[in-house]
C-alpha cells in the first residue's frame, strides 16, 4: 500500500481529494491536515505521495516543504486555485500542478504518474539525482554525483560537495534510501561516503579505519561496515 497525506486548508478540497484517492486499492490516506500541522503529519507518516495546497493560512505550501525538507515525500503534486505558483513548483521537482476546479481525468492522470514515481524510488529504480537546498534567498541544486560525503547533523544532514557544506532537512535513513547503493555507502552510524571519491584507506587498532577522500576529507570506518564497503568498493572496480 502507498500512502497518501492531503494537506488544504479548506475541509471540503480534502475530502473531495480523499473520495477520489480511495477508489483505488493501491493508496491509503494517512494524513488530512492544513499547512499548520502538515510538517509534524509528514514526519510522522512519510507519505508516499503529498497532495499540497498553496495558498493557506499561516503556513503556505512552500512553507511547509521547506520544514519538511524538499526531498521529504517522493511524488508531490500541487493542488491549487491560483495559476502563478506553477513556476515555482517545479522549481521544488513537484511532478504536477493541478488548478482547481479540475475534472476526475486530470486528477487521475495526476495520480498515476505519482505512482510511478512513488513505486519508482520505493524499489529502489530512480534515484535521486539532485536535492534542493534553502540557501538564505535562493535554492540550490545539489546534484548526487556531486557530494563527496554525508554527515548526520540532528534533524539534519550536512552534504559535503567540494569543499562546502549544505544542510538539509532529512534523516540520515532516509537519505540513504535517496542515494544510488552502487555509488553510496554508509561507513558508520553518522557518514555516508561517494565510493569514487576515496582515495586511500588506513587500519587502525582494533579493526577500525580511516578513509581519505580526494578533497582530503578523513573519515572514520567502523568495523561493523568496513565489510560492506570493501565489497562495494572492490564491485566499482
Same mark, same amino acid.
Given at each position: 500500500?502507498?500512502?497518501?497525506?492531503?494537506?488544504?486548508?479548506?475541509?471540503?478540497?480534502?475530502?473531495?481529494?480523499?473520495?477520489?484517492?480511495?477508489?483505488?486499492?493501491?493508496?491509503?490516506?494517512?494524513?488530512?491536515?492544513?499547512?499548520?500541522?502538515?510538517?509534524?503529519?509528514?514526519?510522522?507518516?512519510?507519505?508516499?505521495?503529498?497532495?499540497?495546497?498553496?495558498?493557506?493560512?499561516?503556513?503556505?505550501?512552500?512553507?511547509?516543504?521547506?520544514?519538511?525538507?524538499?526531498?521529504?515525500?517522493?511524488?508531490?503534486?500541487?493542488?491549487?486555485?491560483?495559476?502563478?505558483?506553477?513556476?515555482?513548483?517545479?522549481?521544488?521537482?513537484?511532478?504536477?500542478?493541478?488548478?482547481?476546479?479540475?475534472?476526475?481525468?486530470?486528477?487521475?492522470?495526476?495520480?498515476?504518474?505519482?505512482?510511478?514515481?512513488?513505486?519508482?524510488?520505493? /524499489? =529502489?529504480?530512480?534515484?535521486?539525482? #539532485?536535492?534542493?537546498?534553502? *540557501?538564505? @534567498? $535562493?535554492? &540550490?541544486?545539489?546534484?548526487?554525483?556531486?557530494?563527496?560525503?554525508?554527515?548526520?547533523?540532528?534533524?539534519?544532514?550536512?552534504?559535503?560537495? /567540494? =569543499?562546502?557544506?549544505?544542510?538539509? #532537512?532529512?534523516?540520515?535513513? *532516509?537519505? @540513504? $534510501?535517496? &542515494?544510488?547503493?552502487?555509488?553510496?555507502?554508509?561507513?558508520?552510524?553518522?557518514?555516508?561516503?561517494?565510493?569514487?571519491?576515496?582515495?586511500?584507506?588506513?587500519?587502525?587498532?582494533?579493526?577500525?579505519?580511516?578513509?581519505?577522500?580526494?578533497?582530503?576529507?578523513?573519515?572514520?570506518?567502523?568495523?561493523?561496515?568496513?565489510?560492506?564497503?570493501?565489497?562495494?568498493?572492490?564491485?566499482?572496480?
Amino acid at each position: 500500500m502507498m500512502k497518501v497525506a492531503i494537506v488544504d486548508d479548506e475541509p471540503l478540497a480534502r475530502e473531495a481529494v480523499r473520495l477520489l484517492v480511495q477508489h483505488d486499492p493501491e493508496l491509503t490516506v494517512v494524513a488530512e491536515c492544513s499547512g499548520v500541522d502538515a510538517v509534524a503529519a509528514i514526519e510522522e507518516q512519510r507519505p508516499d505521495i503529498l497532495f499540497l495546497d498553496i495558498q493557506m493560512p499561516e503556513v503556505d505550501g512552500f512553507d511547509v516543504l521547506e520544514r519538511a525538507g524538499f526531498n521529504a515525500v517522493p511524488a508531490l503534486v500541487f493542488v491549487t486555485a491560483y495559476d502563478q505558483y506553477a513556476l515555482r513548483a517545479f522549481e521544488v521537482s513537484a511532478l504536477d500542478y493541478l488548478l482547481k476546479p479540475f475534472d476526475n481525468a486530470r486528477f487521475y492522470a495526476a495520480l498515476l504518474r505519482a505512482k510511478e514515481r512513488a513505486r519508482a524510488r520505493a /524499489g =529502489g529504480g530512480k534515484w535521486v539525482r #539532485r536535492f534542493l537546498v534553502r *540557501a538564505r @534567498e $535562493k535554492i &540550490l541544486f545539489i546534484k548526487s554525483d556531486d557530494i563527496d560525503w554525508v554527515e548526520a547533523a540532528d534533524y539534519y544532514v550536512s552534504l559535503h560537495v /567540494g =569543499g562546502r557544506s549544505h544542510l538539509l #532537512r532529512e534523516t540520515m535513513s *532516509a537519505i @540513504e $534510501k535517496q &542515494l544510488d547503493p552502487d555509488r553510496f555507502v554508509r561507513i558508520h552510524r553518522g557518514a555516508i561516503v561517494n565510493l569514487d571519491r576515496v582515495r586511500e584507506m588506513h587500519r587502525l587498532f582494533r579493526g577500525d579505519c580511516t578513509i581519505t577522500l580526494e578533497s582530503g576529507a578523513q573519515l572514520r570506518l567502523s568495523r561493523a561496515h568496513r565489510e560492506e564497503f570493501e565489497r562495494r568498493l572492490t564491485r566499482r572496480e
